[in-house]
């Protein structure tokens, strides 16, 4: 039995099942979903191929299976689809039921204090990407966490003073800790203690907290471009 791939698609299930509330109507969506993760669930995958060609970390035949594409198992490759459609799903759900507060509410300009705080992230961030450039994952996970400040700031900053955006990287989050538990956990990936900081958060190395925030908040970049979202401060 292929575990990973049971997992994966036990992730979608929920929120696929509920695609057709009548109020957050998640299925007018799909479309804007599938166009938002293409282009950045495309450079992930090359990313994974990459890196797991390179040793970074491996997939557990036991419950990823032997058979793989480009050196990648079904469960992966799937894991770059019911993921993001998840947690899209999940930003909808919290800008239907959720109170929306704005720092500098009724500024079209973002606030200065929110650009400076996201700068000094982004700047700190790059450091220590070059202190830690020998430990393969943990260099790459800070330079996808810096790219994902960086497009934020330069195209949609009001996604920084936005509580929809806390929302929804804090409770993706807490859905990446329950799933990325049972992955690391059982274990289904297993790292190279060379590519990472070897510091866990119980089982999870912390290079994958930053890995998961970049490529949603990627994503979540792309989907409220093609929404059209946040018109009111552009």
């Known amino acids: 039995m292929n ?18 509330d009548k109020r957050v109507a998640y299925y007018r969506n799909w479309k804007a979903v599938f166009l938002a993760m293409l282009p950045v669930s495309g450079i992930y995958i090359i990313w994974d191929i990459l890196v797991t060609a390179r040793g970074d970390w491996s997939f557990n035949p036991q419950y990823a299976g032997e058979f793989k594409i480009l050196g990648l198992p079904p469960g992966e490759w799937l ?30 300009q973002t606030p200065k204090a929110v650009t400076y705080t996201a700068a000094a ?3 700190l961030t790059v450091v220590f990407m070059f202190v830690f450039i020998s430990n393969d994952y943990s260099f790459l996970t800070l330079l996808a966490f810096a790219v994902w400040i960086a497009v934020t700031l330069i195209w949609n900053p009001w996604l920084l003073r936005d509580s929809y955006t806390l929302w929804f990287m804090l409770l993706s989050q807490g859905a990446f800790l329950l799933v990325n538990g049972i992955l690391t ?15 866990r958060i119980i089982t999870i190395p912390l290079e994958d907290l930053f890995y998961n925030i970049s490529f949603l908040g990627l994503i979540q970049n792309v989907y409220v471009r093609i929404k059209g979202y946040g018109k009111e401060f552009r």
């Open 79 to 108: 894991f770059f689809i019911t993921v993001p459609f998840a947690c899209i799903f999940i930003y909808e759900v919290v800008r239907y039921y959720f109170r929306r507060r704005i720092i500098g509410a009724g500024e079209k």
């Open 121 to 123: 992230a982004l700047v």
């Open 3 to 20: 575990i990973y791939v049971i997992i994966t698609l036990l992730v979608i299930a929920g929120p696929l099942a509920l695609s057709f």
């Open 185 to 199: 956990g059982l274990p289904i990936v297993e790292y190279n203690s060379e590519a990472i900081w070897n510091i």
